[in-house]
């Protein structure tokens, strides 16, 4: 049998100045195939594909495509050479139009026909069924459909090797079977893919192949179909790794029957959200549910007032307390997690330290900063009570994985004591093993009397953690969940309406 | 990516250009650090510099800190330095009598004056969202005029001992007055730094505004304050600039300063986007183009050629700092120390996502 390689890397090493991305990394692609390449973060996924796409020069092997060796210098040089990508951050431009996007760096032209543009981007849309219209600015479509967008635009540039770093971290289901769906029919065109994600489910439902990568160095390269879903999650993590669908739910405690935290009525916000009434407990844990933009984000950002609030009334331990901007809820103890950890969370270029002790820094006042000794000790308490992997407190928050950063953030919360604490999507796009310990972190903070509204992507994650669910469509609450009820098929029940 | 570097060397180019120039003026006389007593006061290239270079010293600092918050530069710095000592003049010469208290009640009201005029760019900038360099556009265009009128559309003359004493020197005092009053300056703005928690605001809004909101920061309030610090700033510059030179000149006090109070910021080290800044840094900036400026003097540099040679040098350094310019520099350092067995520590600080990714910053920099 004949297969033929579109991709060969052998002998890859990559070093960063006191790291060492990537060791002896070896990766082949065949022809029409979809191949998984695995690993938490930090094991050097991101550095294999910026080698692959001509991001980074390696420093050593040799990379062959359909057997000629070659060297890539630049990503427009591996563009040239039919190697399209699409990273986990959305990289395109939110202030151009769907079509400007579209089409973005790949004239070789001085002069652009937009007429032709603007019609072969309604067609791709169109064949990608993608709800958007050409001449529609890009940060007016969600990140689901933006992201469509980055696919379409890498699908159309007659790429031989695709790269879907994370595509569906913020996918709905739906939107994750519509891509899978292309992945098969580009498939069956002969294209390779390079698939990243986190979610082990989708790995083995389009995978053929999977490559595992731990600390840089290759782990191995499988047959998906050969390798247990337990077995991968260990070698990912060097270690027997009780399984992680084992993890036990948290039973319900008496604390659920206990005082009221906070309760909402008829909250509504500027992002669009609908009247809403909402309560949770001392240390209970609750979580919002529902498809992709069915407005479970908007909500919480309704309570920490991190939209304009637009009506309604909250209670904070039974008396009546105005929230109309961020600071007021902080001083009341409410922290927030946000849902895009670039866009709304971390403070790029300051140090992990500074990122850490800030919104501490901000509750106790403009006049009374933390003295560097002081920040320095909170830092590296809390480094490593979370286990936060960071060279040392002064490190920009920029260089530490995504998992880590949203660590930081968590500490940056945990730093001010609060009464009830909002994460939203606090495990997208990181590694399992990060995860994991996220889930564990909340369970006890609700031991420890906090309560915590808890929203993610990935169902079976929540109905672990969260003890009520309130279940979301259209940015209207339409039910709730306790007890035998948790279930992913009632779930669906009540979507269904 | 040029963000990314450690403390140490940000300062590492403002510093190692200083010590190129102060290198140059060696070669050309072994005299140029040498210091005289004439009259009990310190003479010399040293005192010339610190004294020349006051103004700048003072609009640099607030030009950092606009320049960090709002992502981008006051033009109007030196015209509004021009207004508020011109209402210093006026204050002074309607008094009637000299003496301290006059001089501190008119150096208040050019402090009252600078505040009001950050607070007309802060509105514009914070609460009405204009481009920086627009809004201060507006008192750069008119302030000139305004000044000529507060004038009286004369050139007022400051022909007393008093204020001559606070732009030269105090009889026993061997360091002139105006470095005096900008060491008091710089230290003053130290505390307020180590006080309060400006810097780390101001560099969070600057960096990402969505997130220093939501972490309880008011942007619009940081950038308001910043530009009424700035406006202190302007009075105290425009107050030692009116001084110095005895008369208010409202078309050439301080003409064109702000271009060096911006290339100041630059040369030290702070990104012009906003965001992370060093005071250090655009204060040593600020001395280097003083030192500059006189080096070109010094080697007979025609003085109408100045401007054109100066521009040159910019020109160097610029393509010097240059994120290109220090990654060919890096992999130079990297060849070096590879053969020498790793015995020379380089500090550059790149961990394996940092350098990757420069749409963060256009993300971070998305306004709300």
């Known amino acids: ?497 | 990516m040029a963000r990314m570097k450690s403390y140490g060397s940000q300062l590492f180019l403002p510093l190692s250009v200083l010590a190129i120039l102060i290198l140059v003026n060696l070669i050309k006389g072994s005299s140029y650090f040498s210091i005289s007593i004439i009259n009990g006061a310190l003479y010399g290239n040293i005192p010339n510099i610190l004294f020349g270079a006051s103004e700048l010293v003072i609009l640099a600092i607030g030009m950092t800190l606009v320049t960090s918050s709002a992502g981008s530069q006051d033009l109007s710095v030196g015209v509004a330095a021009t207004i508020t000592s011109a209402v210093f003049v006026w204050v002074l010469l309607s008094a009637g009598k000299i003496t301290w208290i006059t001089i501190l009640a008119a150096f208040l009201a050019s402090c009252v004056v600078g505040i009001l005029i950050g607070t007309f760019n802060g509105a514009l900038v914070a609460a009405l969202n204009v481009q920086p360099i627009v809004a201060t556009l507006i008192v750069y265009t008119a302030g000139r005029s305004i000044a000529f009128l507060i004038d009286g559309k004369l050139s007022p003359i400051l022909a007393n001992n008093l204020t001559y004493e606070i732009g030269s020197e105090i009889p026993g005092v061997p360091i002139q007055t105006p470095i005096i009053l900008t060491a008091v300056f710089v230290v003053l703005f130290a505390v307020l730094l180590r006080t309060t928690n400006l810097k780390l605001y101001s560099q969070s809004v600057g960096i990402n505004q969505r997130a220093a909101r939501l972490n309880g920061i008011n942007p619009v309030r940081i950038k308001f304050l910043a530009f009424m610090i700035m406006g202190v700033c302007t009075a105290v510059a425009g107050f030692i600039a009116v001084t110095k030179a005895g008369r208010h000149d409202s078309v050439n006090l301080l003409k064109d300063i702000e271009m060096d109070a911006i290339l100041a910021v630059a040369i030290g080290g702070s990104s012009l986007y906003g965001g992370k800044f060093s005071i250090t840094g655009s204060i040593i900036g600020a001395y280097t183009i003083e030192v500059l400026n006189r080096t070109l003097l010094r080697l007979d540099v025609d003085p109408d050629a100045i401007k054109a040679f100066k521009a040159v040098f910019i020109i160097i350094l610029m393509v010097i700092a240059s994120p290109a310019v220090r990654e060919l520099a890096g992999n130079g350092t990297k060849w070096v120390r590879d053969r020498l067995g790793g015995a020379v520590q380089i500090p550059t600080a790149i961990g394996e996502d940092a350098a990757v990714d420069p749409k963060s910053d256009i993300s971070a920099k998305k306004e709300v």
Not at chain 1, 403 to 427: C, F, M, S
């Open chain 1, 1 to 497: 049998m004949q297969t033929e390689n579109v991709l060969e890397m052998q002998g890859i090493c990559k070093s960063f100045p006191g790291v060492r991305a990537l060791h002896n990394v070896s990766f082949t692609l065949r022809k029409g195939e979809v191949h998984g390449l695995m690993g938490e973060n930090g094991a050097g996924k991101s550095t294999l594909i910026k080698v692959m796409t001509g991001v980074y020069e390696k420093d050593a092997g040799h990379m062959m495509v359909e057997g000629k060796p070659i060297h890539f210098r630049s990503p427009e040089e591996a563009q040239d050479f039919g190697v399209g990508t699409v990273y986990q951050e959305i990289t395109l431009c939110p202030n151009l139009t769907v079509a400007e996007n579209m089409f973005i760096g790949r004239g070789r032209y001085a002069f652009v026909n937009w007429k032709r543009m603007k019609e072969k981007t309604t067609q791709l849309l169109g064949s990608f069924g993608i709800p958007a219209r050409p001449t529609q600015q890009l940060s007016s479509c969600s990140l689901a459909v933006q992201q469509m967008i980055a696919i379409a635009r890498a699908m159309d540039m007659d790429c031989k090797i695709l790269i879907l770093d994370e595509p569906t971290s913020s996918l709905d289901e739906d939107e994750v079977r519509k891509l899978f769906s292309l992945m098969r029919e580009l498939k069956s065109r002969g294209v390779g893919i390079v698939f990243v994600t986190h979610f082990l489910d989708q790995v083995y439902e389009i995978s053929d192949r999977i490559t595992v990568l731990r600390n840089g160095e290759l782990i191995g390269e499988y047959d998906a179909s050969s390798l247990s879903q337990f077995e991968l999650v260990s070698k990912m993590m060097g270690k027997a790794l009780e399984d992680v669908s084992q993890m036990k739910r948290r039973e319900p405690s008496a604390r659920d029957g206990g005082e009221p935290v906070l309760e909402a009525t008829g909250l509504s916000s500027a992002a669009g959200v609908r009247p809403f009434d909402f309560t949770i407990r001392k240390g209970e844990i609750n979580g919002f549910t529902g498809l992709l933009g069915s407005g479970r984000s908007e909500s919480v950002r309704a309570i920490f007032a991190a939209d304009k609030v637009t009506g309604g009334e909250i209670k904070m331990n039974g008396k009546k307390v105005k929230i109309s901007e961020p600071i007021h809820a902080m001083k009341l103890g409410i922290g927030y997690l946000p849902e895009d950890r670039k866009g709304d969370g971390i403070i790029a270029d300051l140090s992990v330290r500074d990122n850490i002790v800030l919104a501490l820094q901000v509750l106790k006042g403009f006049f009374k900063p933390l003295s560097r000794k002081q920040a320095e000790a909170f830092a590296e308490e809390y480094i490593e009570y979370l286990k936060i992997k960071a060279p040392s407190t002064s490190t920009p928050i920029t260089s530490l994985s995504g998992g880590n950063q949203q660590k930081v953030i968590l500490a940056r919360w945990l730093l001010t004591h609060l009464q009830y604490l909002i994460l939203d999507e606090p495990t997208r796009g990181i590694d399992v093993g990060t995860k994991v310990e996220i889930q564990r972190l909340v369970l006890k903070f609700a031991e420890d009397g906090v309560s915590v509204t808890f929203i993610s992507s990935e169902i079976e994650e929540m109905l672990r953690t969260c003890s009520r669910l309130i279940v979301m469509k259209d940015r209207a609450i339409v039910g709730e969940l306790t007890g035998e009820n948790l279930t992913e098929t009632d779930i669906m029940h009540v979507i269904a309406g």
